[in-house]
Nanobody, 122 residues
Framework: QVQLAETGGGVVQAGGSLRLSCAAS????????MGWFRQAPGQEREFVAA????????YLADSVKGRFTISIDNAKNTVHLEMNSLKPEDTAVYFC???????????????WGQGTQVTVSS
């Protein structure tokens, strides 16, 4: 059974940085992709970033380009989301997701983590 465990959320002041990590267990991903999504209260879950396992191809939402970086550690089955210059509007629960084939910015991923809270104070 695949499990995704997110770590690294917390409270930070505007302009600060946080690093989220997501460790995947239960299978080895040689294809497909990992993604990060976020959901603020009363809003739909939205795409943040995605990276493919095999080629490291990345996609970032326009709202986070230039501030967030997604990277992957294939040996550790782990994906990281480095978040810099954080803004109050980045406040949300951040979810890690895994997809067994292809890469997409849509929410149709096969596996999801429980989520980690990120709060950016002004």
């Amino acid at each position: 059974q695949v499990q995704l465990a997110e770590t690294g959320g917390g409270v930070v002041q505007a302009g600060g940085s946080l690093r989220l990590s997501c460790a995947a267990s239960g299978r080895t991903f040689s294809s497909g992709a990992m993604g990060w999504f976020r959901q603020a209260p009363g809003q739909e879950r939205e795409f943040v970033a995605a990276i493919s396992w095999s080629l490291g191809r990345t996609y970032l939402a326009d709202s986070v380009k230039g501030r967030f970086t997604i990277s992957i550690d294939n040996a550790k089955n782990t994906v990281h989301l480095e978040m810099n210059s954080l803004k109050p509007e980045d406040t949300a629960v951040y979810f890690c997701a895994a997809r067994t084939f292809g890469i997409t910015t849509r929410t149709d991923y096969n596996y999801w983590g429980q989520g980690t809270q990120v709060t950016v104070s002004s």
